[in-house]
């Protein structure tokens, strides 16, 4: 069998046992993929519904590492979740692994098909915006996959989060595969099977609680690690420029010390304006972060008033809520409450005023270091 994901091989696309891997030097059996089904067409790959502990830690490393995420995917093809045949429904997902592994783990009380489309690794409700999880992909990965010769029905069940990018309509046109969407969450797949393939209004419901919002606040903190490093060298270097060599270590510790507000406001950016999304009283994600990004200021500079200078308060009011604003800005992307649209109009008004407002309070501490006033 070699319905497997091999290494650089775009000739093995169709996911099938019957594939071509001519180009293929490396096959690797994922740990995942445990045996295979007989169809019309030859065996396809069938995959575990439980997960392992190697599955669970690709989805932790995902929350926490960008670099990791951006790879995670498995091959685009078709995949046997229990023992399904020709009657059992298909699902269709992209091949993002972690939405794979989230769909395969919520079958394991079906026999069904899974079609992973090729969404550049990248998530449905995401690639649904990009346009990676569309109709084109869907028209043609049915026919690579020869999927009217493994199901004798014509239906394709797709996540409901994927129908802003595709065309129901133009699938079935194109294909001869109906389209229905199954619930908002896998977990209430089970339940809609056997309502025959009927949603309640709650599983309709797009949801976005405490817990969804708190699990993604990692991969936005995350790759803010490198800058911290650069803003604490940059921050050690003016303080080393006002005081001298000779007090290098006092100037290391003095620069711990001055970085304590600028990690408070990437902090407020990055986790808890996420936390207290819905309790901000304005709609715009810049401005929610740019209002706690000031209390963050006001609370730390009545705190430290004894120990700073009225320059360092001015710089503290230009700088920080820009920051906490700007990593606030950037979670609309995860967040149900905003359209393309309205995160561009937003951007318009914001950055400009971001820019503004640090750019000041950068040239203000530049001139107070090597002017001293």
Partial sequence: MINVAEKNSPACECGTAGCCCAQSTVIIQPAWIIGSVNTAIGDISQVAAELTKDDMLGSWKCRWGSNFRMNYKVLPGLYAVGNPDNNSPVFVTGNYKMSFDHLRKNLKTLDAWIMAIDTKGINVWCAA??????????????????????????????????????SAAEVQKLSGFK?????????????????????????????????????????????????????????????????????????????????????????VGTVLTPILLPLIPVREFAWKGWILGLLWTAFYIWHAWLFISWKQIITYILILPPISAYLAMNFTGASTYTSLSGVVKEMGVAIPAMLISVGIGILFLAVKVLVGF
Avoid: C
């Avoid at 043609?140 to 239906?155: C, D, F, M, P």
């Avoid at 009927?198 to 405490?210: D, I, S």
């Fill in 129 to 166: 915006g990009k346009g990676t999880f569309g109709t084109t992909e869907i028209v043609n990965r049915i026919a690579k996959v020869h999927l009217a010769e493994v199901v004798s029905h014509r239906l394709l069940i797709l996540p409901q989060l994927g129908a802003p990018g595709v």
């Fill in 179 to 267: 389209v229905s969407y199954a619930p908002v969450r896998a977990k209430d797949i089970p339940e809609f099977m056997k309502a025959g393939q009927k949603a309640t209004p709650k599983m309709r419901e797009v949801r976005f609680n405490l817990w969804d919002r708190l699990i993604l606040t990692p991969i936005e903190l995350m790759p803010l690690a490198k800058y911290m490093v650069v803003g604490f060298m940059i921050i050690f270097i003016i303080n080393l420029i006002g005081a001298g060599w000779a007090e290098f270590l006092k100037v290391f510790y003095r620069t711990l010390i001055d970085l304590i507000p600028y990690l408070g406001a990437i902090l």
